[in-house]
């Protein structure tokens, strides 16, 4: 159990595009999801906290109108890259806690490596 | 500011040896602690999670909190080159926020 997916597993695209991802849990329900970005050798960084219902809560230093976040479901978030530029090439990971009682575990997903030229 | 740290490594064992990384933490109110795996190019995998001072055991793995300490660590025994890894170790306060460390560097060597 506690399987999260993701889509697309890459993804190139233009400057100046728009880029969408899912982040699904797919055996449970979760009302709270991550999204977090990952350059290379570095660790994870939190770039927000989905909430099913209402708006994401973003880190510091997080554009919220470059990173547009939807969780229109108890399994479905989505990240989108507004104007992306090549500064936005990294490896984006989403996670997701079950709705279970007694369990803050987050579980994550494969990632999305977007390439942006 | 939260802060977790680990050693980058690399840390380098022999095949069958015990490996042993180490995590310390600054927020005292800490309630919840994690060790992920990654694989180079994947996400974080769950190894352990551990709350309470003391031991945990599972499998190969041991994980160790020493709240007072505030100092979190992980044993791998009989170690396999398919240990090799990035391993995360991340803390988690009141929110449901993770604090992830830089993470440690294993290589076993067959």
């Known amino acids: 159990g506690a399987v999260v997916s993701q889509h697309p597993s890459w993804v190139i695209c233009k400057s100046g595009t728009s880029v969408k991802i899912e982040c699904r849990s797919l055996d449970f329900q979760a009302t709270t999801m991550f999204w977090y970005r990952q350059f290379p050798k570095q660790s994870l960084m939190l770039m927000a906290t989905s909430n099913e219902g209402s708006k994401a809560t973003y880190e510091q230093g997080v554009e919220k109108d470059k990173f547009l976040i939807n969780h229109a479901s108890l399994t479905l978030s989505t990240l989108t890259v507004t104007s992306a530029h090549p500064e936005d090439s990294s490896f984006y990971i989403c996670s997701a806690t079950p709705l279970r009682e007694g369990t803050d575990t987050q579980y994550f997903g494969p990632g999305t490596r977007l390439t942006v030229l | 500011q939260k802060e977790v740290e680990q050693n980058s490594g690399p840390l380098s064992v022999p095949e069958g040896a015990i490996a042993s990384l180490n995590c310390t933490y600054s927020d005292r109110g800490s309630q919840s602690f994690f060790w992920y795996r990654q694989y180079s190019g994947k996400s974080p995998e769950l190894i352990m999670s551990i709350y309470s001072n003391g031991d945990k055991e599972d499998g190969r793995f041991t994980a160790q909190l020493n709240k007072a300490s505030q100092y979190v660590s992980l044993l791998i025994r009989d170690s396999q080159p398919s240990d090799s890894a990035t391993y995360l170790c991340?803390?988690?306060?009141?929110?449901?926020?993770?604090?992830f460390g830089k993470g440690t560097k294993l290589t076993v060597n067959p």
């Open positions: 991340a803390v988690q306060g009141g929110s449901e926020k993770l604090v």
